[in-house]
């Protein structure tokens, strides 16, 4: 009976994950062209050779890696402050989880059009610039300015989701310990520094890797706002290796390619997993403690 239940799940995990994973693994290794198939040979570390020695690959590694260090601080300390201030609302609570959270059920192809015109030259970002005196900024028509733009598009997409785990987080501290130091007449930085964000460790580790893997994936956007320009930049790891195996069918290269990604995410995850392994038990014991 149970394998009745399981089997249909397993058989799609095969046919559609790690079938697929053992594929592109062994595809790395070849030069399997998708419109020659048969004249596919076996090439060892060729292809991760050439990916190394790829300008345009080390072009989109870096803008990936600029997007990160963008949109890791700037979305996480944007969900905090809105789980501080919501968590503080007495009116309207409801109305303003749900206004935030919008943005992240929405498509990023809807989304992406959407600030398409408000980053354009007559949009209604330019308007209220120009209205302050401040002349019209190029956004996503800069190679300058189009990276940090899709990452600021990217933060107000995202930050809903963070805000609903960290507002989790700030429901479930014990009031008792608030009580307990406006006894001792502490400030409310004091509060902050000394029980909210120990509180919140454990969440924040996890906030922090999620959206850092969920950064290095980035591809949707730049492929609808820029196309990967100006200049190649905007283009990203994921964008190089949609490109390389679908539009240039080398899908050994693009293989490859992927193979190096998942190195980054695997590593990502492993020190996810040290972090909150090592938070978690820290927070335990200082609980057992205060017991």
Same mark, same amino acid.
């Given at each position: ?66 997007? #990160?260090?963008?949109? *890791?601080?700037? /979305?996480?300390?944007?969900? &905090? %402050?809105?789980?501080?201030? @919501? !968590? ?66 990217? #933060?107000?997409?995202? *930050?809903?989701? /963070?805000?609903?785990?960290? &507002? %989790?987080?700030?429901?479930? @501290? !014990? ?117």
């Amino acid at each position: 009976m149970g394998m009745a239940f399981f089997g249909p799940a397993l058989l799609l995990l095969i046919l559609f994950l790690f079938l697929p994973m053992l594929l592109t693994l062994i595809f790395s290794f070849t030069d399997y062209f998708a419109l020659n198939p048969d004249l596919t040979h076996f090439v060892g570390l060729e292809n991760y050779g050439k990916i190394f020695k790829d300008e345009l690959f080390s072009s989109a590694f870096w803008n990936t890696l600029k997007f #990160v260090l963008i949109i *890791v601080p700037a /979305q996480s300390l944007g969900a &905090l %402050g809105l789980a501080l201030l @919501i !968590n503080k609302v007495t009116i309207c609570k409801k109305y303003f989880k749900v206004a935030f959270f919008i943005p992240v059920v929405m498509s990023l192809a809807v989304v992406s059009n959407l600030w398409m015109q408000i980053y354009s030259p007559e949009g209604i970002l330019n308007t209220l610039l120009s209205h302050i005196g401040i002349d019209a900024q190029p956004f996503i028509h800069s190679a300058d300015q189009a990276l940090p733009s899709i990452a600021i598009m990217s #933060v107000w997409q995202g *930050v809903g989701y /963070q805000m609903i785990i960290f &507002l %989790g987080g700030l429901q479930a @501290i !014990n009031p008792a310990l608030y009580e307990a130091a406006e006894m001792d007449h502490a400030s409310g930085w004091q509060k902050f520094k000394d029980i909210t964000l120990p509180e919140l460790k454990p969440l924040c580790v996890f906030v922090f890797i999620t959206i850092t893997i969920g950064a290095f994936r980035m591809i949707v956007q730049p492929m609808v706002m820029t196309g990967g320009g100006p200049s190649h930049s905007t283009y990203t790891l994921v964008y190089d290796i949609y490109e390389t195996g679908t539009v240039n069918w080398e899908i050994g290269l693009a293989s490859a390619m992927a193979i190096v990604f998942t190195a980054f995410v695997v590593i990502l995850t492993i020190i996810q997993t040290i972090l909150t392994k090592d938070k978690e038990g820290k927070h335990a014991n200082k609980k057992t403690k205060n017991r």
